[in-house]
Structure formats: structure tokens, C-alpha cells
């Protein structure tokens, strides 16, 4: 199964607050690809 995040710019991504990144990185943790 895919995923598409629609978000901010990478280059913007506040890695410590940003809940967004913490969903991509737990979407990759269970094998799943990740699209951004």
C-alpha cells in the first residue's frame, strides 16, 4: 500500500514538532512506501 503526504516543503519541515514527518516516518517503519 502507498501513501501520498501532500505537505510543506521539505526544506521546512520542523523534524521535532512537525506531525506530519512523524506519520511519514512511521507509515516507512511498517513497510510501506511513502510518496511526498
Known sequence: MRL???ADPLQSFK???DT???MMRE???R???VLV
Open 31 to 33: 513497510g510501506r512506501t
Open 4 to 6: 501520498l503526504f501532500v
Open 15 to 17: 523534524i521535532t514538532k
Open 27 to 29: 507509515w516507512q517503519r
Open 20 to 22: 506530519t514527518f512523524v
